[in-house]
C-alpha cells in the first residue's frame, strides 16, 4: 500500500471544533514522509530464570517502577540446595585428606620414614662390606650384593618422597576444584533471587507463584521507563528520502490533543517484505508519552518546508473529497481535488478558492 506524502503545519494547533465560514487560505507547510508504528523503552530485557525451582514469591506486578538490584522473583531449589551441601562436604573433605591428621598422608609419610631407615642401614651395610673387601675379609660377589641393596633402597625412597609430594599436589588440586563447585553451587543458589539489572518499569509478568521454572525461561519483561523511542516503519517508496537527523511529529491515538517531537537516530537497510517498509528509529525531544509499552503513534518525518500552500482544516473535509460550502445563501456539497494531508491540514489543488465560505456538517 503506496503512502502519502504528508504535510506538517508548523504554526497552527489542532481546533477542537471548526467554526463556521471559515475560507481556504495560504499557508506555510511542511513536506513530511508519513510513518507508522510503536513506542518502545530504550532499554529493554526479558528477565529469565537462572536456576530451576518452584517460584515461590513474585514481588512485582505488570506497571511497578524497579530499580538496579530490585528482587523480582525467589525461587525455591532443593536441587540447588543439595548441590550446595554436597560441594560443601566434598571441599571439606579434601581439605581434611591434606590435614595435619591426613590418615592418607600418615600412611605414605610412614612409608617414607621406612624407606628411609632402610636406606640409611644398606649404606652402612654397603660402607662396611667396602672395607671388607678392600682388606680382602669378603668376596667381590657380597659387596655387589650389598651395593645392589643400597641402589634400590635409595630409589624406594625417592619414589616414595615422589609419590608423597604427588599425592600433596593432587590433594591441592582435589581442594581447587571442590571450592569452586562450592562457589559455583552458592552462585546457583544465589540465582534463586532474580534481581533486576536496570532501573525501569515492569511491562510484563509471564510466571506466578507456584509454577516450576527451568534456566532460561522467561519470567518478566522490563524495560527503562522514561527513555523511550519510536519505531517507525516506512514505505520503500519513501525511504529514500529519509536521513538521520530529520525532525518529526508524532501523534497517538491515546493522547489526542498532543503533538510530540522526535527525530531521526538511526534508519535499517533491511526492507521487511510483508509490508514493504523500512524500520526507522526516532529518539523524542522534549516531552515524552507516558511509558507505554508498544504505543501505536503515527509520524511525519519533516522533508523540506514550502511557503505557500492553499489549505482548509481537516475537520471541514467529508469523505475523501467533498465539503459543504455556502452558495447564495444555502448549504452544498462539493468536490474538490485534494493534496497531501498532516494530523489538521489538507492542500487544495482545485476546486476551491480564498472565497469559499465553509461549513460544518455532521456527516463525515
Known amino acids: 500500500m503506496p503512502y502519502l506524502y504528508l504535510f506538517v503545519l508548523l504554526t497552527l494547533a489542532a481546533c477542537k471544533k471548526a467554526p463556521e465560514g471559515l475560507s481556504p487560505a495560504y499557508r506555510e507547510l511542511t513536506e513530511a514522509v508519513y510513518a507508522s508504528g510503536n513506542v518502545y523503552p530504550r532499554q529493554e530485557y526479558t528477565v529469565t530464570a537462572e536456576a530451576t525451582g518452584l517460584i515461590r514469591q513474585r514481588l512485582v506486578n505488570e506497571g511497578d517502577s524497579v530499580r538496579p538490584g530490585a528482587l523480582l522473583f525467589m525461587l525455591e531449589s532443593t536441587t540447588e540446595t543439595a548441590r550446595q551441601q554436597a560441594a560443601a562436604t566434598a571441599l571439606r573433605q579434601s581439605q581434611a585428606n591434606l590435614g595435619a591428621n591426613s590418615p592418607v598422608l600418615a600412611e605414605l609419610d610412614a612409608q617414607v620414614r621406612n624407606a628411609r631407615t632402610r636406606l640409611s642401614n644398606d649404606s652402612i651395610n654397603y660402607a662396611r662390606f667396602r672395607e671388607l673387601y678392600a682388606q680382602n675379609a669378603t668376596s667381590r660377589a657380597e659387596l655387589e650384593r650389598a651395593e645392589l641393596a643400597y641402589t634400590l633402597a635409595r630409589n624406594t625412597l625417592r619414589a616414595q618422597q615422589n609419590t608423597l609430594q604427588r599425592s600433596r599436589n593432587q590433594l591441592q588440586v582435589e581442594i581447587a576444584n571442590n571450592r569452586?563447585?562450592?562457589?559455583?553451587?552458592?552462585?546457583?543458589?544465589?540465582?534463586?533471587?532474580?534481581?533486576?539489572?536496570?532501573?525501569?518499569?515492569?511491562?510484563?509478568?509471564?510466571?506466578?507463584?507456584?509454577?516450576?521454572?527451568?534456566?532460561?525461561?522467561?519470567?518478566?519483561?522490563?524495560?527503562?521507563g522514561r527513555r523511550l523511542y519510536a519505531q517507525l516503519a516506512v514505505d520503500e517508496s519513501d525511504f529514500g528520502r529519509v536521513r538521520v537527523g530529520q525532525p518529526v511529529t508524532l501523534k497517538a491515538d491515546a493522547y489526542p490533543d498532543k503533538v510530540f517531537n522526535a527525530r531521526i537516530t538511526k534508519t535499517y537497510p533491511k526492507l521487511n517484505r510483508t509490508d514493504q517498509s523500512f524500520r526507522v528509529d526516532a529518539e523524542f525531544a522534549g516531552a515524552n508519552p507516558d511509558a507505554y509499552y508498544g504505543l501505536t503513534v503515527e509520524a511525519n518525518i519533516i522533508i523540506r518546508q514550502r511557503p505557500r500552500v492553499l489549505t482548509i482544516p481537516k475537520a471541514y473535509v467529508v469523505g475523501t473529497d467533498s465539503v459543504w460550502v455556502e452558495q447564495d445563501g444555502q448549504k452544498q456539497k462539493i468536490r474538490f481535488q485534494k493534496g497531501t494531508e498532516n494530523f489538521d491540514l489538507v492542500e487544495v489543488k482545485s476546486g476551491l478558492t480564498e472565497q469559499t465560505k465553509l461549513v460544518v456538517s455532521d456527516e463525515r
Not at 180 to 198: D, H, K, Y
Not at 207 to 216: A, F, M, T, Y
Open 180 to 224: 569452586s563447585q562450592l562457589v559455583t553451587s552458592e552462585v546457583a543458589g544465589q540465582n534463586t533471587r532474580v534481581r533486576s539489572i536496570v532501573a525501569g518499569k515492569v511491562y510484563e509478568v509471564y510466571k506466578d507463584p507456584g509454577e516450576l521454572v527451568r534456566p532460561g525461561d522467561a519470567l518478566a519483561l522490563v524495560g527503562s
